[in-house]
């Protein structure tokens, strides 16, 4: 069974630059697409955006400009970087899978999912 | 983007009762559409994919249904457990996109 645990700062401070790192375990990084996922406290969830082990991604337009997701199959880890951070950034970030099932396709549903990290932006 | 428009955004209902959860996209998207269950404090959790399937392991009381760009979740029987936050989603194209949510709340 795949599980995803997500790790990093939990406190960010406005301007600059919030990373996140997913480890994988029990199962391979060349077997999904991954994603990270945010949830704002008290609001709903944003998709911002996935990458296929071969270095693929796909980001969410809203975000383009500061973000990047990378992914280190030696260590069956995947990770986000965010620029810029401002209070608005404020959220528990998720980290996600969605199982290839074809060449270029996959399921088209997250599951597994990270148990969840919450960063804060400080000013 | 695809917008997903859940209503209601919240409902308060009681055990026993039979509750329905309407999800409409923007734009067509097919079947490209699932349905999550979150509680307090965790993360989500796929019930439903592909706008009808229940996933492995959801009981049988969660049903979805689909008509044109109009997606329902039927909960039949309310049970304790399925107190919580539910969000469908669509993966018909990028960047995927979630509804706002609806909170079912115990009466």
């Known amino acids: 069974q795949v599980q995803l645990q997500e790790s990093g700062p939990g406190l960010v401070k406005a301007s600059e630059t919030l990373s996140l790192t997913c480890t994988v375990s029990g199962g391979s990084i060349r077997s999904y697409y991954w994603s990270w996922i945010r949830q704002p406290p008290g609001k709903g969830l944003e998709w911002i955006g996935y990458i296929y082990y071969s270095g693929s991604t796909n980001y969410n337009p809203s975000l383009k400009s500061r973000v990047t997701i990378s992914a280190d199959t030696s260590k069956n880890q995947f990770s986000l970087k965010l620029t810029s951070v401002t209070a608005t950034d404020t959220a528990v970030y998720y980290c996600?899978?969605?199982?290839?099932?074809?060449?270029?396709?996959?399921?088209?549903?997250?599951?597994?999912w990270g148990q969840g990290t919450l960063v804060t932006v400080s000013s | 983007d695809i917008q997903m428009t859940q209503s209601p955004s919240s409902l308060s209902a009681s055990v026993g009762d039979r509750v329905t959860i309407t999800c409409r996209a923007s734009q067509s998207i097919g079947t490209y559409l699932n349905w999550y269950q979150q509680k307090p404090g965790e993360a989500p959790k796929v019930l439903i994919y592909a706008a009808s399937t229940l996933q492995s392991g959801v009981p049988s009381r969660f049903r979805g249904s689909e008509s044109g760009t109009d997606f329902t979740l039927t909960i039949s029987s309310l049970q304790p457990e399925d107190f919580a936050t539910y969000y469908c989603q669509q993966s018909y194209t990028t960047p995927y996109t979630f509804g706002q949510g609806t909170k079912l709340e115990i009466k």
């Open positions: 996600a899978g969605d199982i290839v099932v074809a060449v270029g396709a996959t399921r088209g549903w997250f599951d597994p």
